[in-house]
């Protein structure tokens, strides 16, 4: 079992910035995967980032050059930094952890963009 836990979540005006964080605990293995995915109200949820245990990293189209993705091996955390928020940014931010075919995932942070 993977238990994850993310922080970070709250309100900034258009333009701002918030830095999220996700750690996971229990039967933590290599290779994984970890990903920030958020859903807004009425909408599906989506994938926003993931990086690999060895760093290689992944973005959708709409958070490119805004959000970056990383992670601290050592403390089994992801980071994901989001500048230049926009109101369309806002949702709940959900932290996944992926291995092999297991998929886990944490209880989400709310982010909302709002002036």
């Known amino acids: 079992q993977v238990q994850l836990v993310e922080s970070g979540g709250g309100l900034v005006q258009p333009g701002g910035s918030l830095r999220l964080s996700c750690v996971a605990s229990g039967s933590i293995f290599s290779p994984n995967v970890m990903g920030w995915y958020r859903q807004a109200p009425g909408k599906q949820r989506e994938l926003v980032a993931t990086?690999?245990?060895?760093?290689?990293?992944y973005y959708t189209e709409s958070v490119k050059g805004r959000f970056t993705i990383s992670r601290d091996n050592a403390k089994n955390t992801a980071y994901l930094q989001m500048n230049s928020l926009k109101p369309e940014d806002t949702a709940v931010y959900s932290c996944n952890y992926r291995r092999d075919s297991t998929t886990y995932w944490g209880q989400g942070t709310q982010v909302t963009v709002s002036s």
């Open positions: 990086i690999t245990a060895g760093g290689t990293t």
